[in-house]
């Protein structure tokens, strides 16, 4: 096996015979069963959203990724902090039957959308990068034909960025809408 990926001879059943310690009890992707889940004693998290006038969409090799810098944050829940935003990205499958990293309760979706936050104490995404405590990351799984509201310009600039290294201007965007669906919207739900 040559490295990390998606395929059938590289995908996340195979990660850990890459690297061991991607077989943890904390690791991603995951299969997360609701009937098992705790959250005894947890607080909330707090999501502070910051609308942006202008997001850049690129295509970075393997999906598209859209830049943020307008300052959305979340904190409380198990974070030790706040977490600035710094971009979210996508995956997605061949089919509208597979696409997501992680599961619930057996169930894969279509795609799946990670916000990415950084630790604001480091300062920048690339100095938080490799801290135990640098990064968030905020998963919300989504089905083919959700109605994710204010999301479909930004899906529509993929098609201008379809070749490595491509980006595009993807006009406003406000992170709230990929937060909202969750709440709002049975094809969408959170995961963190």
Known sequence: ???WGYGAHN???KWA???PLA???KQSPIDIHTGQAKKEGMPALTFKCAAEDSVTAANIGWTMKVSCTKGSEI???PLGGAYKLDSFHFHWGATDAAGSEHLLDGHQFSAEAHIVYYNEKYGSFAAAADKPDGLCIVAVLCN???DLAGISHI???AGKVSSAGTKTSAGGFDPKCLLQATQTNTSATPVL
């Open 1 to 3: 096996m040559s490295g």
């Open 11 to 13: 995908g996340p059943d």
């Open 17 to 19: 015979s890459v690297c």
């Open 23 to 25: 077989n943890g009890d």
């Open 75 to 77: 904190s409380g829940g």
């Open 144 to 146: 083919a034909g959700a």
């Open 155 to 157: 899906v529509d600039a």
